[in-house]
Nanobody, 124 residues
């Protein structure tokens, strides 16, 4: 069992930045590939970014590429999502997720553990 707790969400003006954190506990963090997803009101959950177990490989959705950066610190059991140049369309609940023994995972159905989510609101 892996417990995931997100933090760092909030209200920010368009063009601003936020850094989300996801703290993991319960298992060996470095055995899990990690991902960030988001869900806006009335929309389906969508992939944002993924990172491999070592942190050496990353992948992003086209909508955030060049603006968001995913990283991880295996010594701190934490994955981060640095979000820059935020846009109103980035407004959503952001979730981190973990999956065992994979490299980079884009499909949400392949993730085993999920956090409770953190709200990000970008005002225009």
């Amino acid at each position: 069992q892996v417990q995931l707790v997100e933090s760092g969400g909030g209200l920010v003006q368009a063009g601003g930045s936020l850094r989300l954190s996801c703290a993991a506990s319960g298992r060996t963090f470095s055995n899990y590939a990690m991902g960030w997803f988001r869900q806006a009101p009335g929309k389906e959950r969508e992939f944002v970014a993924a990172i491999s177990r070592s942190g050496g490989s990353t992948q992003y959705s086209d909508s955030v590429k060049g603006r968001f950066t995913i990283s991880r610190d295996n010594a701190k059991n934490t994955v981060y999502l640095q979000m820059n140049s935020l846009k109103p369309e980035d407004t959503a609940v952001y979730y981190c997720a973990a999956t065992y023994g994979q490299t980079l995972v884009v499909l949400d159905s392949l993730y085993i553990y999920w956090g409770q989510g953190t709200q990000v609101t970008v005002s225009s």
